[in-house]
């Protein structure tokens, strides 16, 4: 008896934390407003938390999107200029019909951010994004992260574009306060 064939896609969440104190000693040594990952690592400075999430949801338009691309049947592909990483402080269960995350809409519930400056990264079967949270960003309870494609050049804010990838909900990650610094990073793996 043979096997069927079967593709799957899973995405491993990390959420890298700073706090204000950490965040504002980075601004002043690297004189940027919104200092990304990388600044905090040149500088010699490790979250004060990491937390992995796994698993999520692939949508139903996720889906069709990398069929789409697969079989040359149009759409946007994942870039650092038409993806995003977005979270919310919604509840409820991730279904493969969503369109959007369920946090209400407006920047206190939801923010989508534009990918950190060398993302998406791509190697055999793993697709890396990161999207960084600076201090005005994103200051809420975390419950959901969602990817979401757009056409190119997509810009932060709290509407979803017009391709939800994907949705992982109930992930209970705490608040994020004014002045923190929160990095998301999502690895798809397909395999």
Known sequence: MTMPEAARGTTHWRIDRWDA????????????????VEDFRRHGVAPYDVADIHGNLITTAGLTRL?????????????????RIGVGNGAGTAAVGDTDLSASAGSSNRWFRVMDATYPQVSAGVLTLKATFGSADGNFAWNEFGIDI??????????????????????????????????ATATVTFS
């Open 21 to 36: 104190e950490q965040t504002a000693w980075v601004q002043q040594r690297s004189g940027l407003l919104a200092p990304a």
């Open 67 to 83: 069929t789409n691309l697969l079989t040359a049947g149009g759409g946007q592909a994942i870039t650092n200029t038409s993806a």
């Open 150 to 183: 757009g056409t190119p050049t997509v810009s932060s804010a709290a509407t979803v574009n017009a391709t939800l990838f994907n949705h992982k909900t109930s992930i209970a990650q705490g608040t994020k306060a004014s002045g923190q610094t929160w990095a």
